[in-house]
């Protein structure tokens, strides 16, 4: 819900509840708008998530730190995770 206020206050259109990566309702709402997706920016904090769903739909993606620093311990591993495949990507 937090995604809608800001598109809301930002008057842009979003997506809350997009089943990432799958990039399914981002089509959705990039045909009803009529543009095209590489147009668009897709901002999210994971990369297995949100850049992955922006690379799918061959949008710009914007890799950001969370916005809450306190993960829950679940979300915590998955991001080290995504850290260390980022440094690897980054050494080749």
Do not use: H, W
């Amino acid at each position: 819900r937090r995604i809608l206020r800001i598109a809301q206050q930002s008057q842009l259109k979003g997506v809350y509840f997009a089943c990432k990566p799958f990039p399914y309702s981002a089509e959705d709402l990039i045909e009803k708008e009529n543009i095209k997706s590489k147009e668009c920016i897709v901002v999210g904090d994971q990369v297995f998530t949100d850049i992955l769903m922006g690379n799918l739909l061959g949008a710009t993606s914007i890799l950001v730190n969370p916005v809450d620093q306190n993960l829950s311990m679940i979300k915590t591993i998955k991001r080290d995770f995504e850290m260390f495949v980022l440094r690897l990507l980054d050494n080749t």
